[in-house]
């Protein structure tokens, strides 16, 4: 539903922190999208050389991406709008996450009010659940340039 381009026309991130490469259902509730994760990683060359495992804090922060895009495709002024992490609750990681996987991350809203946000999150490889948590975000005004 949503390309990188698009992606980047509402999340502020860029490379190397942009983690989500393609948003495939974007609902009023609910989205999908994925990470692909790649060999090249910048932080495979540390995390682990020998045994490169994604590290589970990069795949909270893709779940929380992608929340952020399920709120702000749904704001009047996303242009004008920052969500920032705030919290994350009964985090748990289940399986490594290797180069080469596909990280599908799933996130439907279980409060959505103007201000604050909290989403139940699921990251899948193959169908498997790797990872889960439920974050919640807040939503601000973006400063104004060099503040």
């Known amino acids: 539903m949503l390309d990188i381009n698009q992606i980047r026309e509402l999340l502020p991130h860029r490379y190397p922190f942009l983690l989500v490469d393609r948003v495939l259902e974007l609902g009023a509730d609910r989205a999908v999208g994925y990470k692909n994760v790649s060999a090249n990683e ?31 495709s749904r704001l009047e002024n996303p242009k004008e709008k920052l969500v920032l992490f705030a919290a994350i609750d009964n985090c748990k ?9 596909q990280l599908r991350l799933e996130v439907q809203f279980i409060v959505d009010k103007p201000r604050v946000a909290k989403m139940n999150g699921q990251a899948y490889v193959d169908d ?3 990872a889960e948590g439920t974050m919640m975000c807040q939503i601000i005004d973006k400063p104004k340039a060099g503040v």
């Open 42 to 72: 910048p932080f495979f060359a540390g995390h682990f050389p020998e045994y490169p495992i994604m590290p589970g804090v990069l795949i909270a922060e893709a779940l929380a991406q992608m929340g952020a895009i399920l709120i702000m």
């Open 93 to 101: 990681f289940r399986r490594p996450v290797v180069p080469g996987d």
């Open 128 to 130: 498997k659940l790797v």
